[in-house]
């Protein structure tokens, strides 16, 4: 039988069954998903392969989601009743043919994690916290709402899953911080949508003050939460799945509060020792400048951290400067001989106008992701035999406003060569043929 339970991420004696609510070991750190890794390794690797290549997208309820194909490696032993799902996961992994080839690198893969129920990535985690919350809730627990603090997509998945469930949500936004498509995405969903005059970190302080008080009822579903963290790294499984269990050398991935980056060691690292993978990738993190306190910790070796104010940023969802998972991170990166890059406001906005050109539509945090890319290349990290996967943690619609402001040339420092302006003209025909004749000379 294969078991799992709560203990502290950085190890420690004490545990506590997946069903109770806790956030935090009596020392105060974080808490993960340890698994029964010898009951797992009673399958071979070929045989798990095996079982979650036959489950894989396929509609018998629930394996053909992405995260409960994985079901037995994520939460064993949960009750079938319990599960949430939108049949999330199972996103394309793409190739990059043109954008990679103009940067010498042929063998560069965008894994679409936006192209999902919600539009990010957050969905793989919540299906698997708000499916715990429905079993904790039928075992008596005193949880009247699950809340979170959000810089849009956690809030977008939340309110989402629990509106399904039936559960009431509550999310704690930055004001004027989220992009207008994030914002609806609860309100539609029927949440209580709080917009509180602060940034990330402030909503993060408060949301954690409310929830951990004595009888506050409300369940915590921020990414300090490890069941979050254990369908995310579904995400690590699933894009070696589709290379038929071959593992990139490179996957970079844009990093705000950090709990995405470590979800990604956990996947990887479990494959390993269950001898799915005999190799680890190298993991690169990915930062906004204006929001890069991993990576100030970074170029001093990890010795030192610092929180920052994060100042805005177009990567709006990862404006954080106080991220609740660093020490995670740094401990994933380590083990993954793993690098941070950070991204100027141009590079990122940059990168995705480019990678656009060659027919993405990606959000500004995939920019984060695909000019840290372009910046190994140049510097000669990552070159023409690598494989190299960078991870797109949202759709590209949800900040089509980004987008509008790049092309209307409202952004200052931006590369003008990459604009894009519509061309108005009456309806005359002649008018037209001369202005498409200027305009396609020379495609
Ligand atoms: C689109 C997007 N990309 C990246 C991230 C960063 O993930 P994490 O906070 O786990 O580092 C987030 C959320 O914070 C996000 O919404």
Not at 65 to 94: C, H, M, R
Not at 253 to 271: C, D, H, T
Request: proline share 6%; hydrophobic share 45%; glycine share 10%.
């Amino acid at each position: 039988m294969y078991r799992a339970w709560f203990s502290p991420f950085d190890g420690g004696p004490e545990t506590w069954p997946l069903t109770d609510v806790v956030y935090r070991s009596t020392s105060g750190s974080l808490l993960d998903v340890t698994h029964d890794m010898a009951a797992l390794a009673d399958r071979s690797a070929a045989a798990w392969m095996n079982l979650f290549d036959q489950r894989f997208m396929r509609s018998t309820w629930p394996y053909g989601s992405g995260v409960w194909g994985k079901l037995e490696w994520v939460y064993p032993g949960i009750d079938p009743a319990s599960i949430v799902s939108f049949a999330e996961g199972g996103t394309n992994l793409l190739w990059a043919e043109r954008y990679g080839k103009a940067f010498g690198v042929p063998d560069l893969w965008v894994k679409q994690c936006g192209n999902t129920h919600t539009g990010s990535f957050k969905d793989l985690g919540m299906t698997v916290l708000v499916s715990a919350v429905r079993e904790m809730v039928r075992l008596g627990k005193p949880i009247r709402a699950v809340g979170c603090a959000s810089t849009g997509d956690t809030s977008a998945a939340l309110s989402a899953y629990c509106a399904a469930a039936g559960l009431p949500c509550v999310v704690f936004l930055p004001k004027a911080k989220i992009s207008p498509a994030q914002l609806v995405q609860p309100i539609a969903n029927g949440a209580v949508v709080l917009s509180l005059d602060t940034d990330f970190d402030g909503c993060m302080r408060i949301v954690q003050a409310v929830a951990e008080a004595p009888d506050s009822g409300i369940y915590l579903a921020n990414s300090m939460n490890p069941l979050r963290l254990e369908g995310q790294k579904t995400i690590a499984i699933e894009l070696v799945q589709q290379f038929d269990w071959q593992v990139p050398d490179f996957v970079i991935v844009p990093g705000g509060n950090l709990g995405n980056i470590y979800a990604f060691a956990k996947g990887f690292e479990m494959m390993h020792q269950l001898g799915l993978i005999t190799k680890r990738p190298r993991l690169v993190c990915a930062q906004a400048e204006h929001a890069n306190p991993l990576y100030r910790a970074f170029v001093k070796g990890f010795e030192h951290y610092e929180p920052i104010v994060a100042r805005p940023t177009a990567a709006s969802a990862i404006q954080i400067g106080d991220p609740v998972s660093i020490h995670r991170a740094i401990r994933a990166l380590r083990a993954f001989d793993g690098i941070v890059e950070q991204a100027s406001e141009a590079e990122l906005l940059n990168a995705a106008a480019r990678a656009d050109r060659t027919g993405m539509f990606n959000c500004p945090h995939t920019g984060v992701a695909l000019a840290a890319f372009e910046k190994l290349v140049g510097r000669g990290v990552i070159g023409r035999g690598h494989r190299v996967v960078v991870v797109s943690t949202a759709h590209g619609l949800k900040f089509s406003n980004v987008k509008a402001d790049f092309h209307a040339g409202a952004i200052p420092g931006v590369d003008d060569t990459l604009r894009n302006v519509p061309i108005e003209l009456p309806p005359d025909v002649d008018r037209v043929r001369a202005a498409l004749d200027r305009a396609t000379w020379g495609l």
